[in-house]
């Protein structure tokens, strides 16, 4: 893993009796790949990973390495309630083959630093894997600051990267200016792409992606090579679909995009369920308006 790049946070595709569709799933993954994206991340929130068994999540990380084939890495999110069953976890995505981990802080529960230290401390040496640390205040009311990070990379020499969530665009150099070269620093915002790369962000780990790979890769390379006209003309346009990402109900619009645009379907598992009424109706709106103007 160099951690560099759009990476997608991959969503999981859903049969109508709401079990996986591992052919879809290996088809999606691989497009995202042939239009630019430097890996795949599967099992995160966007990829409702909280709604699926053990099993399920393997199975998913083995479809993922199958059809990417080595062409480029699949990442495992690492998330669970306990402490034994994200180690569980992390295990399992090193004998499937992953690349590496995304780790998360644990669900539901909002530890203080001691505990949320060991938690991922736990995670990252369950396996030699290269990972990422997932740094969410906002959904998941854990703060890993970027002095906290620090004492993390400190004594865990597979965690190269994070991905930082916070949507404060500060965070990308107070984590420079403390962490140097030590650490890959990718934004895991939509809407704050553009700010967070001109800022020295050197990946994204993105969600529109899912619909949109080609132009997420040229937004990100414009971004990155310093080609502000051009990555703002596509931020521009990009944006009423990027702000999709931050909202409670961003997996059912991304979902619901990438049926739009013939790349998947909005199938969402319960407690989800699929955007109706008025709610549907405006989104609709924003995603064809979008594609009516499809640069």
């Known amino acids: 893993m160099d951690w560099m790049g759009v990476i997608p946070a991959v969503t999981t595709p859903f049969h109508a009796d709401l079990s996986v569709d591992h052919e879809f799933f290996a088809q999606h993954v691989r497009w995202l790949v042939e239009n630019g994206c430097a890996g795949v991340v599967a099992l995160g929130s966007l990829g409702e990973g909280a709604t699926l068994t053990f099993e399920e999540k393997e199975a998913v990380l083995r479809t993922a390495v199958r059809a990417l084939d080595g062409t480029a890495p699949a990442v495992a999110g690492v998330s669970a309630l306990s402490t034994e069953e994200a180690v569980r976890i992390a295990k399992m995505a090193h004998d499937a083959g992953c690349a590496g981990l995304m780790v998360l802080p644990p669900y539901v529960y909002t ?14 040496r369950a396996t030699p894997l290269s990972s990422m640390l997932y740094n969410n205040p906002v959904a998941y009311k854990t703060d890993f600051v970027p002095e906290q990070v620090c004492e993390l990379l400190a004594e865990h020499e597979n965690l190269q990267a994070i991905k930082e969530s916070s949507a404060d665009v500060r965070r990308v150099a107070a984590l420079r200016a403390l962490a140097g070269n ?28 899912n619909a949109f790979p080609a132009e997420s890769v040229e937004l990100f390379d414009a971004s990155i090579r310093g080609d502000r006209e051009r990555a703002f003309e596509i931020y521009k346009w990009f ?57």
């Open 111 to 124: 530890g203080d630093w001691r505990e949320m230290k060991a938690h991922v401390g736990a995670v990252l």
């Open 182 to 209: 030590r650490l890959k620093i990718l934004v895991g915002v939509d809407d704050l792409i553009f700010e967070a790369a001109m800022a020295g962000a050197v990946g994204w780990i993105a969600g529109l992606v």
């Open 239 to 295: 944006l009423p679909l990027l702000r999709m990402d931050t909202v409670p109900k961003f997996v059912q619009l991304i979902k619901l995009v990438q049926e739009e645009v013939g790349m998947g379907s909005a199938r969402v598992r319960p407690p989800r369920l699929e955007l109706a009424g008025a709610e549907l109706e405006q989104a609709l709106r924003v995603v064809r308006a979008a594609l009516a103007a499809r640069p």
